[in-house]
T-cell receptor, first 113, second 115 residues
Framework: SQTIHQWPATLVQPVGSPLSLECTVEGTSNPNLYWYRQAAGRGLQLLFYSVGIGQISSEVPQNLSASRPQDRQFILSSKKLLLSDSGFYLC????????????FGSGTQLSVL | KQEVTQIPAALSVPEGENLVLNCSFTDSAIYNLQWFRQDPGKGLTSLLLIQSSQREQTSGRLNASLDKSSGRSTLYIAASQPGDSATYLCAIQSIKKTSYDKVIFGPGTSLSVIP
């Protein structure tokens, strides 16, 4: 069966520090991968999505970046965090060829202080 | 550009009531529509997926319908229970020409079922 792992679960970082959140998927190949952010009291904002290794689409201008070094690995990064980067970050995957549901990781609660 | 809205933003009902949550989208070129549930501080769980060629899907007490031409979907919850309390989100997977596109979420409806 397929599983998605996302870590860490919580993270407290000072302003200006770097960030690296990792997401891996098991039990499938060539998934579509997504990074979303959910700010307190707000909806899910799509940050990045990827249809294959090295293929990243960015949705909003920001100081975050994403990379997909392997088929089932998706990394969200920042060189210098801002206060406004605080939020709940969610990784997700699906396989469009079989019209499957979107599956989410358990999320990372990031607090930038 | 696809936009997804949900009405109402919040809903409070007594236990046992049947209820309907609404989702609207602006671009009918969709691949599928999904309804999700999110508990506070948790990830999202997919409840139902309706493909663009389908009109409805059912799972237990949940029934979701899709009307592409009018850009609407509804999630019907029968005989609501306190355990149904959560935020419900709808999401659209779009089609861009011949390729698949991103998944866009609505803002969600916060449901409280009062015992």
């Amino acid at each position: 069966s397929q599983t998605i792992h996302q870590w860490p679960a919580t993270l407290v970082q000072p302003v200006g520090s770097p960030l690296s959140l990792e997401c891996t998927v098991e039990g499938t190949s060539n998934p579509n991968l997504y990074w979303y952010r959910q700010a307190a009291g707000r909806g899910l904002q799509l940050l990045f999505y990827s249809v294959g290794i090295g293929q990243i689409s960015s949705e909003v201008p920001q100081n975050l970046s994403a990379s997909r070094p392997q088929d089932r690995q998706f990394i969200l990064s920042s060189k210098k965090l801002l206060l406004s980067d605080s939020g709940f970050y969610l990784c997700a995957w699906n396989r469009l060829a079989t019209n499957e549901k979107l599956f989410f990781g358990s999320g990372t609660q990031l607090s930038v202080l | 550009k696809q936009e997804v809205t949900q009405i109402p933003a919040a809903l409070s009902v007594p236990e046992g009531e049947n209820l309907v949550l609404n989702c609207s989208f602006t671009d009918s070129a969709i691949y599928n529509l999904q309804w999700f549930r999110q508990d506070p501080g948790k990830g999202l769980t997919s409840l139902l997926l309706i493909q663009s060629s389908q009109r409805e899907q059912t799972s237990g007490r949940l029934n979701a319908s899709l009307d592409k031409s009018s850009g609407r979907s509804t999630l019907y919850i029968a005989a609501s229970q306190p355990g149904d309390s959560a935020t419900y989100l709808c999401a659209i997977q779009s089609i861009k020409k011949t390729s698949y596109d991103k998944v866009i979420f609505g803002p969600g409806t916060s449901l409280s079922v009062i015992p």
